[in-house]
């Protein structure tokens, strides 16, 4: 079963959607997280759940990284979305650490993709499902600038700016 809830933040109400599973806590395991005006987010379906309780713990863990306490999130993600190129972009996206930065070009060597498949891990990165959760808004470019973001470049600043890895435009 597909359930979701809305969550206020800085950002504006954040959309979570996942799928009922009895390993995970709270059973829910997180399938997206959206932005309002968000490139690609995804939209209730009228045979999605709503279930705010499922999706306490993942609230609460939001809240806090929006208040500069919580560095790392532990959420279960559910399985199956994305190719596996996607999938190994989206896990290279997992190891940079809060308050840093990586270029695209890193990304691409990490999951050995370099030169022309810079492009491609940046394709693969607009389609991340889990905003800021998993942190594509640390990735910019290799002369520090920030660049697309699919909840907005201004939602990327303010994140690095939590963050306190602001990178300069």
Same mark, same amino acid.
């Given at each position: 079963?597909?359930?979701?809830?809305?969550?206020?933040?800085?950002?504006?109400?954040?959309?979570?959607?996942?799928?009922?599973?009895?390993?995970?806590?709270?059973?829910?395991?997180?399938?997206?997280?959206?932005?309002?005006?968000?490139?690609?987010?995804?939209?209730?379906?009228?045979?999605?759940?709503?279930?705010?309780?499922?999706?306490?713990?993942?609230? #609460?863990?939001? @809240?806090?990284?929006?208040?500069?306490?919580?560095?790392?999130?532990?959420?279960?993600? +559910? /399985? =199956? %979305?994305?190719?596996?190129?996607?999938?190994?972009?989206?896990?290279?996206?997992?190891?940079?650490?809060?308050?840093?930065?990586?270029?695209?070009?890193?990304?691409?060597?990490?999951?050995?993709?370099?030169?022309?498949?810079?492009?491609?891990?940046?394709? #693969?990165?607009? @389609?991340?499902?889990?905003?800021?959760?998993?942190?594509?808004?640390?990735?910019?470019? +290799? /002369? =520090? %600038?920030?660049?697309?973001?699919?909840?907005?470049?201004?939602?990327?600043?303010?994140?690095?700016?939590?963050?306190?890895?602001?990178?300069?435009?």
């Amino acid at each position: 079963m597909t359930m979701y809830a809305t969550v206020d933040s800085p950002l504006g109400e954040l959309l979570l959607v996942g799928k009922e599973t009895a390993d995970a806590a709270g059973g829910v395991a997180l399938a997206s997280l959206s932005l309002p005006d968000q490139k690609g987010a995804a939209v209730v379906r009228d045979d999605w759940v709503r279930a705010p309780d499922a999706f306490e713990g993942i609230a #609460a863990q939001l @809240r806090e990284y929006f208040a500069g306490r919580l560095t790392r999130f532990d959420i279960v993600y +559910a /399985d =199956g %979305a994305g190719t596996d190129f996607q999938r190994r972009v989206w896990a290279a996206l997992d190891t940079v650490p809060y308050g840093e930065t990586v270029s695209y070009g890193q990304v691409a060597e990490h999951v050995g993709a370099s030169g022309a498949g810079v492009r491609a891990v940046g394709t #693969a990165i607009g @389609r991340n499902p889990l905003l800021v959760v998993r942190p594509c808004h640390r990735v910019i470019g +290799a /002369d =520090g %600038a920030l660049r697309g973001y699919a909840g907005g470049v201004e939602r990327k600043e303010r994140l690095l700016r939590l963050e306190g890895a602001l990178a300069v435009r």
